[in-house]
């Protein structure tokens, strides 16, 4: 019991739970919770990013705000509030990306794997791999490209042709860079 005489449930004194339903004119509490989700987690490492990887961040944050101008056109207040949700966190994340993103330029020289270079090698397993070391949020190794950020990536940068790398229990021997 609180002070006043009202019981109290884990410290919320009774009532509280569904006060915000009640002032938010939500249908219920699975209703509320549907509109309000997690923020996309970001990483905490240096937003390098390409031409191509600025690129798409701006577009993303485009193609999020205009999903949120047409949820926010709809007529029914909860699902206004359900349309809206996806498109409200991806508006944050986008921005925040397009915010901190350091824009690098192409590298000048191939002598030395940097951000931006495509490097192929040679496996342990005697597999060949080319992979681009580009922005986490341009990253898609089906399409050949890695994030900086990666074990593989962090094992390339400023080795030259001829140097062999470990990630993991793998080797990985350096055999051209573009």
């Known amino acids: ?42 990483s905490d490492r240096i937003n390098l990013v390409t031409e191509v990887g600025f690129k798409m961040l701006l577009d993303e944050l485009a193609r999020a705000q205009q999903a949120l101008e047409a949820a926010n056109m709809l007529g029914d207040v909860n699902e206004r509030r359900r349309q809206s949700a996806v498109p409200v966190r991806d508006t944050r994340y986008y921005a ?11 590298p000048t020289s191939n002598e030395v794997i ?26 898609n190794p089906s399409q050949a490209s890695i994030s900086h950020g990666s074990p593989v990536a962090i094992a390339l940068i400023g080795k030259t042709v001829g140097d062999v ?14």
């Open 114 to 139: 940097a951000f931006g270079h495509t490097v192929t090698f040679e496996r342990d397993d005697g597999r060949t791999q080319t992979f681009r070391i580009v922005g986490e949020d341009e990253a």
């Open 1 to 42: 019991m609180s002070a006043m005489g009202y019981p109290i449930a884990d410290n919320v004194p009774y009532g509280v739970r569904s006060l915000s339903v009640a002032f938010a004119k939500e249908e219920s509490a699975e209703a509320a919770s549907e509109t309000i989700l997690p923020a996309r987690p970001i």
């Open 165 to 178: 790398v470990h990630v993991g229990q793998r080797e990985l021997e350096i055999l051209s860079i573009s």
């Open 96 to 106: 925040e990306r397009v915010r901190t993103a350091q824009l690098m330029p192409a």
